[in-house]
């Protein structure tokens, strides 16, 4: 009998629901303070999940969720960015 392999969850801080990792959206604060998206679920840096759905988004916006997590001011750009991925994602 094969061992069913351990699927890490991550906790949306928009939605606080738990998702694979694999189904959530990483964006990081380097050392330097600079945020981005992190697609890849590598990069160094303070992170924070947020769930692939606009609604997820939309929450974390309005209630500046990832700037509490991140303790930095998350400029549109990066909000612009996660709506594209996502609708994206809803493409495929």
Known sequence: ?????????RKCVATSEMHPKKEMIRVVR?????????LTGK???RGAYLSKTEDAIATAR???????Q?????PDEIYD????????????
């Not at 009998?1 to 969850?9: G, N, S």
């Not at 991140?70 to 998350?74: F, H, S």
Request: net charge positive; glycine share 4%; charged share 40%.
């Open 62 to 68: 309005k209630k500046k969720v990832l700037d509490k």
């Open 1 to 9: 009998m094969a061992l069913q392999k351990k699927i890490p969850l």
């Open 81 to 92: 960015e996660l709506i594209r991925i996502v609708l994206r994602e809803q493409l495929k």
């Open 30 to 38: 380097s050392k330097e303070g600079e945020v981005s998206v992190d």
């Open 43 to 45: 990069k160094s840096g």
């Open 70 to 74: 991140l303790e930095v001011k998350i």
